[in-house]
């Protein structure tokens, strides 16, 4: 026969089991990826904004980036490495809201 003794410890280890699991499920929606990187406008055909802004290409599906802008990386219209003339890979860590991706840190792997 069980003891009733030992069941609020038993509770109170399985809430806190409970609460890590779902912050460690909350904070996985957030991953380190390699992506493409350029101008959504000029190299991957995005028209819902005016201008050039920085976007992402994540399995073949572009996002407008927030947390970066086009010219934290330097002149975007240079020929040789400027985002409306070439697509650049990058490692970034975010994740998509609302179509849109959110950066938390953004590394050009081709520097």
Do not use: W
């Not at 380190?32 to 976007?55: H, R």
């Not at 934290?72 to 809201?97: P, Q, Y």
């Amino acid at each position: 026969m069980v003891s009733l003794i030992n069941y609020k410890p038993m509770k109170n280890i399985f809430l806190v089991y409970v609460f890590f699991f779902a912050v460690s499920c909350a904070s996985n929606s957030s991953k380190k990826q390699i992506v493409e990187l350029s101008c959504g406008q000029c190299q991957f055909d995005m028209t819902s904004q005016k201008g050039c802004d920085l976007a992402v290409r994540i399995n073949d599906k572009s996002y407008f980036v927030d947390g970066a802008d086009i010219d934290d990386f330097g002149d975007a219209h240079d020929e040789h490495s400027g985002f409306c003339e070439v697509i650049r890979k990058a490692e970034v860590t975010g994740e998509i809201i609302d179509n849109r991706f959110k950066a938390s840190s953004v590394k050009l792997l081709d520097q």
